[in-house]
């Protein structure tokens, strides 16, 4: 009787909060499906077929010789598939590490924890939507009035630019430090906006991963004599390695995705300038292989690193 009635008590907490979870993401789920699913199937349609606009729309088969093209013929794809893989590799553990190193400053109890913790995403809000076609209509403005007159202190300001990377590079060489080490630190050097425009996303989620663990954790810690670097690597780091794996996914996806990725420019100026529709969605798919390749990979090498807490029962 007892074991009946313990059958029919209802669902576990663990299934309930699944279900939670299907209902809170049910809305995107359903408005992809309808929306953004026509649109998949027909990119997978026209990367086999030559298609052209006129009247109406003119399709001829042309099997996988897109796909062919793509590899073998076009001199930009592979080219440009190693430039992204690069960047990515040069992106992704800086800003990770950033956005750790500043979530975790964040997280302390400080006057203005909410101002700082609002500055930090700002780059986020300006980097969307209407301000970044505004920002590119400015650059175009001022390249526009580069070409038609000369001015003597901004070409200064360039040059002057370009002797500090020089002399950094001169004193990185003179410790006998490697060339390519030499460059890395350069490139980092020259892309710290990018670096903090780009990790405001980041510093949210490790924000929210920091503030579900227990104080409690780390007061034992401080009782038993835990010191603060020991409670980074055997408390902060291992509770909130689900979280850093999240944030390396989802670094990854928006590296390769963004406006400013030399691949997404070149399949866009294949199909909408160029109007070769076909081949166009033939980069597309090809892409988006190597995408999850690599975040298979990553996460087949990360997942032996993750630490979950054990199911309450």
Same mark, same amino acid.
């Given at each position: 009787?007892?074991?009946?009635?313990?059958?029919?008590?209802?669902?576990?907490?663990?299934?309930?909060?699944?279900?939670?979870?299907?209902?809170?993401?049910?809305?995107?789920?359903?408005? &992809?499906?309808?929306?953004?699913?026509?649109?998949?199937?027909?990119?997978?349609?026209?990367?086999?077929?030559?298609?052209?606009?006129?009247?109406?729309?003119?399709?001829?088969?042309?099997?996988?010789?897109?796909?062919?093209?793509?590899?073998?013929? @076009?001199? @930009? &794809?592979?080219?440009?598939? &190693?430039?992204?893989?690069?960047?990515? &590799?040069?992106?992704?553990?800086?800003?990770?590490?950033?956005?750790?190193?500043?979530?975790?400053?964040?997280?302390?109890?400080?006057? $203005?924890?909410?101002?700082?913790?609002?500055?930090?995403?700002?780059?986020?809000?300006?980097?969307?939507?209407?301000?970044?076609?505004?920002?590119?209509?400015?650059?175009?403005?001022?390249?526009?009035?580069?070409?038609?007159?000369?001015?003597?202190?901004?070409?200064?300001? =360039? $040059?002057?630019?370009?002797?500090?990377?020089?002399? =950094?590079?001169?004193?990185?060489?003179?410790?006998?430090?490697?060339?390519?080490?030499?460059?890395?630190?350069?490139?980092?050097?020259?892309?710290?906006? @990018?670096?903090?425009?780009?990790?405001?996303?980041?510093?949210?989620?490790?924000?929210?991963?920091?503030?579900?663990?227990?104080?409690?954790?780390?007061?034992?810690?401080?009782?038993?004599?835990?010191?603060?670097?020991?409670?980074?690597?055997?408390?902060?780091?291992?509770?909130?390695?689900?979280?850093?794996?999240?944030?390396?996914?989802?670094?990854?996806?928006?590296?390769?995705?963004?406006?400013?990725?030399?691949? =997404?420019?070149?399949?866009?100026?294949?199909?909408?300038?160029?109007?070769?529709?076909?081949?166009?969605?033939?980069?597309?798919?090809?892409?988006?292989?190597?995408?999850?390749?690599?975040?298979?990979?990553?996460?087949?090498?990360?997942?032996?690193?993750?630490?979950?807490?054990?199911?309450?029962?």
């Amino acid at each position: 009787m007892n074991k009946t009635a313990g059958r029919r008590r209802g669902l576990s907490r663990e299934t309930k909060k699944g279900l939670r979870g299907w209902i809170f993401v049910a809305p995107f789920v359903i408005g &992809f499906l309808l929306i953004y699913g026509k649109i998949l199937l027909d990119s997978v349609l026209y990367s086999f077929f030559d298609v052209h606009v006129a009247d109406t729309l003119v399709m001829e088969f042309k099997g996988f010789q897109h796909y062919h093209d793509a590899l073998l013929v @076009d001199p @930009d &794809f592979n080219r440009t598939v &190693f430039e992204s893989l690069q960047n990515l &590799f040069f992106e992704l553990p800086v800003i990770l590490i950033f956005s750790l190193f500043i979530a975790i400053i964040l997280n302390q109890k400080m006057i $203005g924890r909410g101002f700082f913790r609002s500055v930090f995403f700002i780059p986020v809000i300006l980097t969307t939507g209407v301000i970044v076609k505004a920002e590119m209509n400015n650059i175009m403005l001022s390249t526009v009035m580069d070409n038609m007159m000369v001015d003597t202190g901004v070409t200064q300001s =360039m $040059g002057a630019a370009v002797m500090d990377a020089l002399d =950094m590079q001169k004193l990185l060489l003179s410790l006998n430090l490697n060339m390519d080490f030499t460059n890395y630190i350069i490139g980092l050097v020259n892309s710290i906006y @990018d670096i903090v425009t780009k990790a405001g996303v980041q510093i949210l989620i490790f924000l929210a991963g920091l503030q579900s663990i227990s104080p409690s954790i780390y007061e034992s810690a401080q009782i038993e004599g835990a010191s603060g670097w020991e409670q980074l690597w055997k408390i902060t780091f291992p509770m909130i390695s689900p979280i850093i794996f999240a944030n390396l996914i989802y670094t990854i996806i928006d590296s390769f995705t963004r406006s400013d990725n030399a691949l =997404m420019r070149l399949i866009q100026q294949t199909g909408f300038e160029n109007s070769n529709y076909g081949l166009a969605s033939a980069m597309a798919w090809l892409y988006s292989i190597v995408i999850v390749i690599v975040i298979a990979v990553i996460a087949l090498i990360c997942s032996r690193f993750i630490f979950y807490q054990q199911k309450e029962r």
